[in-house]
């Protein structure tokens, strides 16, 4: 689908449908919705004095212009709830559900207001782009491989085109618009990698798209095998990897390589391409949603491919440890000490601690770039799922600096972030007889030693973890995040490597 943009009034709109809007409880609609109901002989008021419309948030109303005098055939109306109420999130929501009605009702051509950018509303950059990230994750959809697509699946629209009557909004309605395409494009990206079944996104597959990412959009590409992470002391990363047949890759994507006077962030994803638990084997009933386990490197991969394309001035370095984890005769087994990068050793008491394991080892190549941040994401603990159920990931950071800047990315994108502590007693939870650490801590606190026992492994730069074990899949369907893999993760480092730049 096309998405446009045009300097012209709603009424004037040749389309199959138009879309405008109503706040709740506004009984004489004004700007555009007030135009159009005047041309449709006040259809809109009388509906609202009927009480059959109120505008209650995602409440929707149809309406058939008849041969009337605006040429578009139907008339929609979004409800966009409370006007103090109304947000960025509630114009992405509002937009999506618009689009996903007006692709049920069949128009191939759409045009329509840009919801929240009226007189007092929202920042007309920021409600295009809104209004365009909603239209775009809303559509979304993931094929997969049926034989047939399913039989309610209607076509998207084939245009799309975004209205602005005053000239002096155009302008930044149009830089609006470009950042939703790249950010949409990222998420995008990221929900087609986690919803790719485990034997379909290999850590080669993983390696393939990231270089096609690449190609793409100018980002620099290079990957690192077996042999070679096993001649950089990786041995904490290549215990995870060592039954699985699939060869495991450290996926290195770089935004302005070597452009030293910029100063450099580094983001590090968990790339577990399916997770069985290994020798301390999983439950059956849900294993199928650890083809998700990849989630972290997914959203690092698709990050990096927003940086590309809205030309952000940092050297950006994407790392995305890929394996997967499975039992067998050479696998790794509780009791067993490994030696990483950095010299450390860890015991291994569950063989399904694996992320951390991944991340200990991508965490001391990441030193390597002489970092001002990193971060990591991973889909680490079922008890950070616990402690915040699907509402936000878990943030952890020693640094104040960088934890401002996640949380106030977190609040400007919606991928929401809720900050937990790195008490220092977490450490004696983790203490092992044999080596420096072990991989879990018990039951309590599962998710703050996680956090420590990769803190750990961090060496010289300020650090941050963010844990989205939570957030990777829905279970629900809402406006703008279809059932299934969220992209959690890359509105959230677009916004902050946006902030960090600056
Ligand atoms: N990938 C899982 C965590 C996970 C669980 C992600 C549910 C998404 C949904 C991780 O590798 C894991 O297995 N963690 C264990 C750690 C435990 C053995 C210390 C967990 O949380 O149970
Ligand atoms: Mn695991
Ligand atoms: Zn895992």
């Not at 070597?258 to 999983?282: A, C, N, Q």
């Not at 991944?358 to 970092?371: E, M, Q, R």
Request: glycine letters at 12%; aromatic letters at 6%; proline letters at 5%.
């Amino acid at each position: 689908m096309d998405i446009k943009l045009k300097q012209a009034s709603i009424t004037a709109a040749a389309a199959d449908l138009i879309v405008v809007n109503l706040f709740q409880g506004v009984t004489a609609p004004g700007g555009a919705t007030g135009a159009v109901d005047q041309a449709l002989r006040g259809t809109i008021s009388d509906v609202i004095a009927a009480g059959d419309f109120t505008g209650k948030s995602g409440e929707m109303l149809v309406l058939y212009t008849r041969g009337g005098t605006i040429p578009a055939g139907r008339v929609l109306v979004i409800g966009l709830g409370e006007a103090g109420k109304f947000d960025l999130r509630a114009a992405r929501n509002a937009a999506a559900t618009a689009v996903r009605k007006a692709r049920d009702l069949g128009a191939k051509t759409v045009a329509t207001i840009v919801h929240g950018a009226g007189i007092g509303g929202l920042d007309p950059a920021a409600a295009a782009a809104a209004l365009v990230e909603g239209t775009r994750l809303g559509l979304y959809r993931f094929e997969g491989y049926r034989s047939k697509p399913p039989k309610d699946w209607k076509p998207d629209p084939e245009t799309f085109t975004v209205l602005g009557k005053d000239p002096a909004h155009l302008a930044a309605f149009q830089v609006g618009i470009a950042r939703a395409e790249a950010v949409a494009a990222g998420v995008i990206l990221a929900r087609d990698l986690v919803n790719t079944p485990a034997n379909y996104m290999t850590p080669s597959i993983m390696a393939e798209r990231a270089e096609a990412l690449a190609q793409e959009t100018g980002l620099t590409f290079d990957v690192l095998g077996r042999a070679k992470c096993k001649s950089l002391c990786m041995g904490i990363f290549m215990a995870v990897a060592e039954e699985s047949e699939q060869e495991p890759k450290l996926i290195i994507l770089e935004h302005n390589a070597g452009r030293d006077e910029l100063p450099t962030v580094v983001l590090v994803g968990k790339g577990v391409t399916f997770d069985s638990g290994g020798i301390s084997l999983k439950p059956g009933d849900e294993m199928w949603k650890m083809k998700s386990d990849m989630a972290g490197a997914a959203a690092v991969i698709a990050s990096l491919g927003v940086a590309a394309r809205l030309n952000l001035p940092l050297h950006v370095v994407g790392l995305a440890p890929c394996a997967e984890n499975l039992p067998g005769g050479r696998a790794q087994k509780p009791g067993d000490v490994f030696t990483g990068m950095t010299g450390k050793t860890m015991e291994v008491i569950s063989t399904d601690a694996e992320g951390r394991m991944l991340l200990a080892d991508a965490l001391a190549y990441a030193a390597k770039f002489g970092p001002a941040a990193v971060v990591d994401i991973a889909t680490l603990t079922g008890a950070q799922a616990i402690a915040l159920g699907p509402q936000a990931a878990a943030l952890f950071c020693n640094d104040e600096v960088l934890a401002a800047g996640l949380l106030a990315a977190a609040d400007a994108s919606g991928d929401r972030l809720w900050r937990l502590p790195l008490y220092d007693e977490y450490l004696d939870a983790i203490k092992s007889q044999v080596a420096d650490v072990k991989n879990t801590g018990g039951r309590y606190g599962g998710v703050g030693t996680s956090a420590k026992f990769i803190e750990h492994f961090t060496e010289g730069y300020p650090w941050a973890h963010v844990d989205m074990a939570s957030m990777s899949l829905a279970e629900e369907d809402k406006p703008a995040q279809p059932k299934g893999s969220t992209g959690y993760g890359v509105r959230l480092f677009t916004a902050f490597l946006e902030a960090w730049g600056k």
